[in-house]
């Protein structure tokens, strides 16, 4: 391997550990082997969504020229150009490795841009358009990285898996997104509740939830809990090897919306972060269970 490309996947590590600790934990359960494919994935994913998200003091025309400079590189790149970028070599390698779907990568940069110029969401099938691209697609790429007995079942199970995360990072991060402009709650949703952007501003001002935005959040919760559930008959179907680290993303996901049930769906008094110790007990327990476990949906926190 050539020196530019172990710089890059030593990149997309870098970023992957500092940045998606609970997914990072759970690629360690991983053969070595895979590893540096997943951090490739998520290094391009992640610095896709950096550009995003952490140019706000630019003006939308020039984030908007970033975003696209760094797309061209990689499409450049997926016709076999010369590609300077410290990241891109990585993800380019790992594509040719897997042969992985390019459209699910056009996918993805589709809905980053979509995250320049969309401020909100008016119904679900709205924000799912948006999830296709920024979580299912992600459950597809990373399928022939896992390995599966059966591709073709597996892979429905993967695009819920996708919805289910990025649905629990959603209704963790509603303080968050408040504060680049954005609200990915769907608007009907918020209006089923009788809640308005503003009343999730005065919440994130006060650092308290009212009791309609704890119902509303607990909406959401259920929802999410409908992905992971349609999504945990994939988890026997990757190649064993790969069944504990999924396992452990699948648990560690679920119980942030544990940890947002347990503070009763308040999600601006704090950030929803499932403890160290119990990331640590998850990880070893999916390490000894016997593959072919059935994987249980993420429900309630027990006290």
């Known amino acids: ?16 550990r500092h940045h998606g600790r609970t997914y990072y934990l759970a690629t360690r359960l991983l053969p070595a082997w895979k590893r540096r494919h997943v951090h490739a994935l998520y290094g ?20 908007a020229a970033l975003l696209d400079a760094w797309s061209s590189r990689f499409v450049a790149g997926l016709h076999g150009e010369p590609v300077d970028d410290p990241l891109l ?36 099938d709205d924000l799912l358009d948006y999830m296709e691209g920024s979580a299912a697609v992600i459950g597809t790429m990373m399928l022939p990285i896992l390995g599966s007995s059966d591709p073709a079942a597996a892979r429905e199970p993967a695009r819920q898996l996708g919805f289910a995360f990025q649905l629990t990072n ?6 968050e997104d408040l504060d680049r402009g954005r609200t990915y709650l769907p608007d009907e949703d918020l209006a ?10 005065a919440a ?13 959040v607990e909406y959401e919760v259920t929802r999410a809990q409908a992905h992971y559930a349609a999504a945990a008959p994939g988890i026997t179907l990757l190649a064993p090897a790969s069944q ?42 999916a390490l000894l269970t016997r593959t072919g476990t059935p994987v249980v949906v993420p429900g309630p926190a027990v006290s």
Request: with cysteine; charged share 30%.
């Open 89 to 124: 070599p990585a993800v380019l390698h790992t594509i040719a490795v897997f042969d992985l779907d390019r459209a699910d990568f056009a996918s993805f940069l589709r809905s980053m841009a979509m995250d320049l110029t969309v401020m909100a969401y008016p119904t679900y």
């Open 170 to 175: 959603f209704i963790r991060d509603v303080a």
């Open 244 to 285: 504990a680290c999924m396992r452990t993303a699948y648990a560690l996901y679920g119980g942030i919306l544990d940890e947002v049930t347990a503070q009763d769906y308040d999600v601006f008094a704090r950030r929803a972060v499932v403890p160290q110790r119990r990331r640590l007990a998850v990880a070893a327990k």
């Open 1 to 16: 391997m050539d020196t530019d490309l172990t710089a890059a996947y030593a990149r997309s590590q870098e970023l992957h």
């Open 192 to 201: 089923k509740f009788n809640v308005t952007r503003e009343d999730l501003l």
């Open 44 to 63: 391009f994913t992640r610095y896709a969504d950096e550009i995003v998200d952490r140019t706000e003091d630019l003006p939308p025309a020039e984030r």
């Open 204 to 216: 994130r001002a006060a650092g308290r939830s009212t009791d309609r935005i704890r119902d509303l």
